[in-house]
């Protein structure tokens, strides 16, 4: 039987820590993007085909967005899972 302090610690994979040090930057980009967008949509009020090509654009980032926040929430629970893990295991 093994013991909850003998378990080997989680860690992330190369590809998670890389990700995990990246993604805030990444969900700022989107952000800025979609207000460029946003203030692009407010600018082109009459034209009608730019406005249409925006609002796509602005569903895309906001799909994005979405995404990346879903996955930033992931990596946060995960570093916190490790975390615990590692004082687990040095209490031990």
């Given amino acids: 039987m093994v013991s909850e302090g003998?378990?080997?610690a989680r860690k992330f994979t190369f590809k998670e820590?890389?990700?995990y040090e990246e993604i805030d930057e990444m969900i700022a980009?989107?952000?800025r993007e979609?207000?460029?967008v946003s203030e692009r949509i407010n600018a082109?009020?009459?034209d009608f085909e730019l406005l249409q090509q925006l609002t796509n654009t602005q569903?895309?980032?906001e799909a994005r967005l979405e995404e990346?926040?879903?996955r930033w929430t992931y990596l946060n629970e995960l570093a916190e899972e490790i975390q615990k893990?590692?004082?687990t295991v040095r209490s031990d």
């Fill in 44 to 46: 082109a009020r009459t």
């Fill in 6 to 8: 003998s378990r080997a």
């Fill in 34 to 36: 979609l207000q460029g």
């Fill in 59 to 61: 569903g895309l980032l």
């Fill in 85 to 87: 893990s590692r004082e």
């Fill in 17 to 19: 820590q890389r990700e």
């Fill in 68 to 70: 990346l926040l879903e």
């Fill in 29 to 31: 980009g989107v952000e």
